[in-house]
Nanobody, 118 residues
Framework: QVQLVESGGGLVQPGGSLRLSCAAS????????MGWYRQAPGKQRELVAV??????NYADSVKGRFSSSRDNAKNTVYLQMNSLKPEDTAVYYC?????????????WGQGTQVTVSS
């Protein structure tokens, strides 16, 4: 059984920074891709950033402000968020495309709230 555990959300003022972390735990699995989505109230969940094969793709709305990185040895992905705006307020979800003895499937973290407000 693979689990994704997130940390690092919170309240920050506009222009501030936050760093999210997501660690995958379990045994006998391989991570094919790992990244972040977010869902604001009343809106659909949207892609923020995803890393696969060493390449990271970002949503246009966060390019130049957010940076995602992976520590493969720790099965962990990070999201460094700078120059935060009120419109970045959302629940942020870690997502991983994983191959395990159970087959290939997508896993989701529990979500962490990010609130940007003065």
């Amino acid at each position: 059984q693979v689990q994704l555990v997130e940390s690092g959300g919170g309240l920050v003022q506009p222009g501030g920074s936050l760093r999210l972390s997501c660690a995958a735990s379990g045994s006998g699995f391989s991570i094919l891709a790992m990244g972040w989505y977010r869902q604001a109230p009343g809106k659909q969940r949207e892609l923020v950033a995803v890393t696969s094969g060493g390449i990271t793709n970002y949503a246009d709305s966060v390019k130049g402000r957010f940076s995602s990185s992976r520590d493969n040895a720790k099965n962990t992905v990070y999201l460094q968020m700078n120059s935060l705006k009120p419109e970045d307020t959302a629940v942020y979800y870690c997502n991983a495309d994983i191959f395990s003895p159970l087959g290939r499937r997508a896993y989701w973290g529990q979500g962490t709230q990010v609130t940007v407000s003065s």
